[in-house]
């Protein structure tokens, strides 16, 4: 599973509008379509902030894991 469909389901779940999300990163709607449509690539710093959101990993937000959870941060 890759990212774009990651990022369409979490949203979908979490009962949010591609606007509320788009708002959230600071970009527009109609860009927010094309990330999670892939005709774009999302910039690390969107996939960071959607991943802090959503509370899961990179990982998991990247399609390489299917574990949800963050690792802890280690102090």
Do not use: F, W
């Amino acid at each position: 599973m890759n990212y774009t469909t990651r990022i369409r389901n979490l949203r979908e779940d979490s009962d949010k509008t591609q606007q509320e999300i788009a708002d959230y990163l600071g970009t527009s709607q109609t860009m927010y379509a094309r990330y999670e449509r892939g005709a774009n690539e999302m910039p690390i710093r969107h996939l960071i902030k959607l991943a802090q959101y959503y509370h899961v990993s990179l990982d998991y937000l990247c399609g390489l894991t299917n574990v949800k959870h963050p690792y802890p941060i280690n102090q």
